[in-house]
């Protein structure tokens, strides 16, 4: 009678690792989608309004320069918007 031994048996396949980093991008992903969502027009004129206000602060509220303050905070709360979520901000 043939005995077998532990090293003929045969092994089970063993299936690749998934990349570390997949959750976590489907995590980002789902995240973003959930968030990207949620910034409606009103939020993101919210967002540009307290831009705006800061960049005026940071000023000393010196008259003359409301319309860069608003065009500047529109371009950022946009690139933001646009980093973040991956897509359109409007």
Known sequence: MATRRSSDAPRPKESAPAAPSAPRAR?????????????????RHAMITEKAYLRAERRGFT?????????A??????ALLELTHGGSSQ
Not at 27 to 43: D, G, L, N
Not at 63 to 71: F, T
Not at 73 to 78: K, T
Request: no cysteine.
């Open 73 to 78: 905070a529109e371009a950022e709360v946009d």
């Open 27 to 43: 995590a980002r992903k789902a995240i973003a989608a959930a968030v990207s969502a949620a910034v409606t027009p009103e939020a």
């Open 63 to 71: 008259p003359g320069r409301e319309a860069d303050d608003w065009l």
